[in-house]
């Protein structure tokens, strides 16, 4: 009698563990960045700039969030969370509080996140326009599906409003924000970005895996 090999431990056939170290299971988005202590990290850094602004000036609270963003990302690291997030938070700091510097202002601080979103507002509507909406592009890359939707008109359709509803979100933001930035709020720019930010975001990533999985079951009797 032959030992037989069980496919998911050995040989050709077995499926290697994923980033997330378990077979075969993707991240999703929250876990991406972060998970639920990845939403609560991205507030620390703001939230102490604003405060240390308020009692200690600009320079006090640019030294106290690059400290705070210095902070989450070595927790971070030691509690061996996704990587790519704690860097990119702290590096997100670290420019915002350099523009805070170099404009002389607190509300500086948020200037470069104000345009960035205008900036993304912009090229999403583009891709729209352009018949190649990013939500479709993006998501066809992380899925594996590549670009067999765009042949599909009512795919294309559902992939232009999960890209619209993200211009719009992006555009509310840039809005609000440069409202909030004009008028020298900058508790409430405080407030705004965190209450604009994930939040929203998620909203408009639900649009964007609905429309993923009503393109999904339309394009897989077709791959048959």
Known sequence: MTASVHPSRTGPGAREPDSTGRHGKRQTTLEQLGGPAGLVYTMVPVTAFVVANAALGLTGA????????????????????????????????????????????????????????????????????????????????????????????????????ATLTLTAVFAARFVVQQWLYDEDRTGWLAFAKLAMGYPLLAVALLVVLWAGRSSAKRLKPAAR
């Open 62 to 161: 640019i030294v106290t969030a690059l400290g705070a963003g210095l902070a989450v990302t070595v927790l971070r690291l030691v509690r061996k969370e996704p990587l790519q997030p704690a860097l990119a938070g702290l590096f997100g700091v670290a420019v915002a509080a350099f523009v805070a510097w170099k404009t002389g202002s607190a509300k500086g601080y948020f200037l470069l996140g104000i345009w960035s979103n205008l900036a993304l507002a912009a090229v999403f509507l583009l891709s729209v326009a352009v018949r190649r909406p990013l939500a479709g592009i993006v998501w066809g890359a992380l899925d594996g599906t590549g670009t067999a939707w765009l042949r599909d008109k009512p795919s294309r359709r559902a992939y232009d409003i």
